[in-house]
């Protein structure tokens, strides 16, 4: 199984010790998690939602709890899922009060013949399905209230890029995972770009963007620009040139990223696995949080380029 928690400019020199180690270990309870859900021999699909489960309650990551502002001050949320066996599917969009929108996603998948539902639309299903709806004020913070008031000073004094290490700060969370019976499944949840424009949807919640899966290729979740994710239709991308170009999986994912994203200056990582549990995290930003765990329950995590 791999996790990110995003990618973006995440330098050594700015994050403090204390800060390294809380990414550190909410990265590793979340593998931990999902693993022995994989160990037991449950679903990489149930792995993968339990998994990010955990990133999106907490405050640290740009989904659930920690998601960054919209330029209106409010927080709108995205997430998707998908199964490689079934291709089955389900993604929310654009809603407000729900804590955890990878779970909404899933019952998206399983509970309604849609793939794709968005806004006060998702919310009403979510409440057909038992779905406690949180108020706005449950996903405040204020790390990511300073972001946006720094990020609205900064539009308001007409700076438009934010200095090297103040925006971007991206930390989308996703998972892909692979189960004993041999099903892949991937899942990708996020509060979306910082001063986002009310109603803007970025890859994450988009199936072949910034979640693909299929057993006869590979399962991957991206992280980044997701308009450049979706315009390459990034996830299913790779998938694509793993079954059929014939090239490994480490292959496609760089190509993807490091070529065509990097030509595009689009920015941006992602996670993926192939079915015979091969995995690649390529990214070309300064940092991801990353971390894998193999099949004897080996974990590791990595947040820099090396
Ligand atoms: N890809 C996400 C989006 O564009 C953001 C991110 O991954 O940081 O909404």
């Known amino acids: 199984m791999v996790i990110h928690g995003g990618a973006g400019t995440i330098l ?27 160990q037991r021999g449950g679903s990489s699909l149930d792995a993968v939602e339990a998994a990010i489960r955990i990133m999106e309650d907490c405050p640290l990551f740009n989904a659930g709890k920690g998601a960054v ?45 849609h793939v794709m539902m968005v ?9 057909t399905q038992g779905v406690k709806l949180v108020p706005p004020y449950y996903f405040w913070t204020e790390r990511r209230w300073r972001g946006f008031e720094a990020a609205r000073a900064r539009a308001d004094s007409g700076k438009t ?18 189960d004993k019976a041999g099903n892949l499944a991937a899942g990708t ?4 770009t910082e001063m986002k424009r009310y109603g803007r949807v970025g890859d994450s919640p988009i199936i072949g963007a910034g979640t693909y899966a299929n057993n006869l290729s590979c399962a991957v979740s991206g992280t980044g620009d997701g308009e450049f994710f979706i315009r390459n239709n990034v996830a299913a991308d790779i998938c694509a040139r793993v079954r059929y170009s014939g090239v490994s999986l480490q ?9 065509e994203l990097v030509a595009q200056h689009g920015g941006g990582g992602v996670i993926a696995m192939d079915r015979t549990g091969n995995i690649a995290t390529p990214f070309n930003t300064e940092g991801m949080y990353r971390a894998w765990v193999t099949s004897d329950g080996k974990i590791t995590v990595r947040i820099y380029k090396d």
């Open 12 to 38: 050594r020199s700015r994050l403090t010790p204390v800060m390294e180690k809380a990414y550190i270990d909410t990265l590793t309870i979340a593998l931990r998690t999902g693993y022995e859900i994989l």
């Open 69 to 113: 502002f919209t330029a209106n001050g409010v927080n709108e949320l995205d997430a998707s899922i998908m199964d490689g066996k079934t291709l089955g599917a389900g993604a929310v969009a654009a809603v407000e009060h729900v804590k955890n929108p990878i779970s909404l996603a899933r019952m998206v998948m399983e509970k309604s013949p």
């Open 119 to 127: 806004g006060s639309g998702a919310e009403e299903f979510a409440k």
């Open 161 to 178: 890029t934010a200095l090297p290490g103040e925006g971007n700060h991206f930390g989308t969370v996703g998972a892909v995972a692979l």
């Open 189 to 192: 949840s996020t509060g979306g």
């Open 251 to 259: 292959q496609a994912a760089d190509d993807v990223v490091m070529k």
